[in-house]
């Protein structure tokens, strides 16, 4: 799932873009988005601050109390990694799209092929250079599973459910136990609570007695995990 972030102080531009990505998701279901949009620059700082970053963020440049390059800076303080694309009418704005690590920007109005193309480019540069996968035993064969799709692992009745990316689950008579030395290379997995692995690229929120995942699951922290749970998590968004 991609989360994409809009921000525009112009409801028509705003309705355009969603309208784009939203065809996007129908054509391409194995890149699924997560659309939210906002008026004001203010509002999506106080979402993120909330509720965690966007994987994509689409930013109008010029818009009232706040340009587009000014709230890129402000996401980039966060050291979250994310793409950025700016929604200009001129291409002068380029050079300030560098400087704050933006993949590019996009002249309105928007049309489909280069906002299509746009987004690609972001998935790809989102996406491990290397795709390493682990391999699960269930009870209808063999599962290779791609580590980033990989959401969370719950203990249950003896088996392990394991949630991916697209919603889907599969079940595991695997001991977490020995699904976390098999995914001990891989930094994002952690255990929040000894019936629980999350992999942390999917926690949209952290408090001290639960995570919000992006796909609206809620997961317990125990107490006695939660001081290294949260420095594991800040330690990881920091690095990554």
Do not use: W
Request: with cysteine; hydrophobic share 40%; glycine share 4%.
């Amino acid at each position: 799932m991609l989360r994409i972030g809009i921000c525009d102080d112009n409801q028509n531009d705003i309705k355009q873009i969603c309208e784009l990505a939203i065809r996007f998701s129908e054509e391409h279901p194995e890149n699924p988005l997560q659309i939210q949009a906002y008026k004001s620059p203010f509002d999506l700082l106080d979402d993120i601050e909330k509720n965690g970053g966007f994987d994509l963020y689409l930013l109008d440049v010029v818009m009232p109390h706040m340009t587009g390059v000014t709230l890129a800076k402000r996401i980039r303080e966060r050291k979250e990694k994310a793409e950025i694309l700016f929604l200009t009418f001129s291409k002068e704005y380029a050079v300030d799209a560098f400087s704050v690590k933006a993949s590019g920007y996009l002249i309105k109005p928007v049309d489909k092929p280069d906002f299509d193309d746009a987004v690609l480019d972001c998935i790809h540069r989102l996406l491990p250079t290397k795709n390493p996968s682990i391999i699960l035993k269930s009870k209808t064969g063999l599962h290779r599973i791609p580590v980033y799709e990989l959401v969370c692992i719950e203990s249950f009745n003896h088996n392990q459910i394991v949630t991916l990316s697209d919603g889907s689950s599969l079940e595991t008579s695997a001991t977490l136990v020995e699904l976390m030395e098999v995914l001990k290379d891989h930094p994002s997995f952690v255990r929040p609570h000894r019936a629980y692995i999350v992999n942390m690229d999917f926690i949209r929120k952290l408090s001290t007695r639960e995570l919000l995942l992006t796909n609206g699951k809620s997961i317990p922290i125990s107490q006695n995990r939660y001081k290294e749970l949260k420095n594991s998590y800040f330690s990881y968004m920091i690095h990554s």
